[in-house]
T-cell receptor
């Protein structure tokens, strides 16, 4: 299965600023996904990112707050914009790989102060 | 609506005892089902998956799961738990909408292992 490199692994940010998280996959994948895991909670899907099209956002998530780029079949970014302490979470990217299932990056632990 | 439910928030077992973690799904067609484990401060690791075929699925670390369509369940089992199995376990189902295949997670079960 593919390996996903996600960075940064953690960051502490000031409220009102933005952070861009990057995910690099070591093989070409059609579908990538971004998840949020709030403290002590399960994973919630933020959006689906397919190369060559606009990201599709889940209910409760909007493009202005979480803009996503997917410039090619191996790379995607998620930006958390105008951050507040409520955005403190782990953010994970994932890639769909057919019979292999879904592979995840190691996550970005974001703390907003 | 399609969903996946893990009814147990916490489970505590003694080391060496058997384990069963429950997962129920709500889905019209044959689901694609997964179990993942997340150790403290770690990423997600795939334990096993079910797409079709044999309903008893073997995974890594001695885990297995059985797909039971009649009960809409995909419970995870291990015959003898090790202290290193203490972690958060997530059941997940693929939600197929149009051309999109989204992985949706249950709320998770935290496994505690008594020495």
């Amino acid at each position: 299965s593919a390996v996903i490199s996600q960075k940064p692994s953690r960051d502490i940010c000031q409220r009102g600023t933005s952070l861009t998280i990057q995910c690099q996959v070591d093989s070409q994948v059609t579908m990538m996904f971004w998840y949020r895991q709030q403290p002590g909670q399960s994973l919630t899907l933020i959006a689906t990112a397919n190369q060559g099209s606009e990201a599709t956002y889940e209910s409760g998530f909007v493009i202005d707050k979480f803009p996503i780029s997917r410039p090619n079949l191996t790379f995607s970014t998620l930006t958390v914009s105008n951050m507040s302490p409520e955005d403190s979470s782990i953010y994970l990217c994932s890639a769909e790989q057919g019979s292999y299932g879904y592979t995840f990056g190691s996550g970005t632990r974001l703390t907003v102060v | 609506a399609q969903s996946v439910t893990q009814p147990d928030i916490h489970i505590t077992v003694s080391e060496g005892a058997s384990l069963e973690l429950r997962c129920n799904y709500s889905y019209g067609a044959t689901p694609y089902l997964f179990w993942y484990v997340q150790s403290p401060g770690q990423g997600l690791q795939l334990l096993l998956k079910y797409f079709s075929g044999d309903t008893l699925v073997q995974g890594i670390k001695g885990f297995e799961a059985e797909f039971k369509r009649s009960q809409s369940s995909f419970n995870l089992r291990k015959p003898s738990v090790h202290w290193s199995d203490a972690a958060e376990y997530f059941c997940a189902v693929v939600l197929r909408e149009d051309s999109s295949y989204k992985l949706i997670f249950g709320s998770g079960t935290r496994l505690l292992v008594r020495p």
